[in-house]
């Protein structure tokens, strides 16, 4: 029959108030190298996409590998531009490893 009031992205107040768009972040990717998530966030931010960067916490981490770095675009509209970026630039998740030449 009908839709569930929080069905395609919308959350309603109450019975008198206008549905009202949720902001939906995604995350765009993640590393343990700082610096790497560090430029992808100057990146995008220069392209005018609002983002940031967030420090995954492991519980009960006890070895000596840092935390993830997570990067998370705050727009869901902005995603797509994002992941295109990165693809154009060859950066975060799209990063292309450099192939060795067999001496």
């Known amino acids: ?8 992205g919308f959350a ?8 009202q768009r949720r902001n939906i972040m995604k995350m765009l990717f993640f590393s343990s190298d ?3 998530v560090e430029l992808v966030r100057k ?8 983002c940031e960067v967030r420090c995954a916490e492991v519980a009960g981490n006890n070895s000596l ?6 990067l998370w675009v705050l727009k869901d509209q902005d995603a797509y531009t994002a992941f295109l970026l990165c693809v154009r630039l060859g950066i975060g998740f799209a990063k292309r490893e ?3 030449l067999a001496a």
Request: net charge negative; charged share 20%; aromatic share 2%.
């Open 43 to 50: 990146e995008l931010v220069q392209e005018g996409i609002p």
């Open 1 to 8: 029959m009908g839709a569930s009031p929080q069905s395609n």
């Open 34 to 36: 700082r610096a790497e």
């Open 12 to 19: 309603f107040g109450g019975t008198n108030q206008a549905p």
């Open 98 to 100: 450099a192939h060795k």
């Open 65 to 70: 590998h840092p935390a993830d770095a997570e």
